[in-house]
C-alpha cells in the first residue's frame, strides 16, 4: 500500500526554521516528482515546491529564497527546508505523488510570536 507520512511541524516564532519530512512507502520513490502543498482552513491547496525525479527543483513565488526541497532516495524521503518563517506561512503541509491523488495527512506549520 502506498502511504506518505509528514513529521517536523510545529510552533516557530516569525524568522525562525523548521525542517519538514515525508517518509514514503509502497512505492518506487525515484520514480516520482515528488510535492509540497500547504492549505489554509477555508481555502484551496497550494503548491510549495517540487522535486523532479531528476533533482530539478521549482518553488511557488511566495517562498521562493526561503524554502529549499530536497530528496533521500536511500531513506524514500522527501523534505522541505523553511527558513525566515512569516505567519503567513501558517498552514498544515502535505506532501504529494506529482500526477497521483496519493497525499499524506499533513503536518501543522504554525508561524507566531
Known amino acids: 500500500q502506498v502511504q506518505l507520512v509528514e513529521s517536523g511541524g510545529g510552533l516557530v516564532q516569525p524568522g525562525g526554521s523548521l525542517r519538514l519530512s515525508c517518509a514514503a512507502s509502497g512505492i518506487v520513490f525515484r520514480a516520482w516528482t515528488l510535492a509540497w502543498y500547504r492549505q489554509v482552513p477555508g481555502s484551496q491547496r497550494e503548491l510549495v515546491a517540487f522535486i523532479s525525479t531528476g533533482g530539478t527543483t521549482n518553488y511557488a513565488d511566495f517562498v521562493q529564497g526561503r524554502f529549499t526541497i530536497s530528496r533521500d532516495t536511500g531513506k524514500s524521503t522527501v523534505y522541505l527546508q523553511m527558513n525566515a518563517l512569516k505567519p503567513e506561512d501558517t498552514a498544515v503541509y502535505y506532501c504529494?505523488?506529482?500526477?497521483?491523488?496519493?497525499w499524506g495527512q499533513g503536518t501543522q506549520v504554525t508561524v507566531s510570536s
Open positions: 504529494n505523488l506529482h500526477g497521483s491523488q496519493y
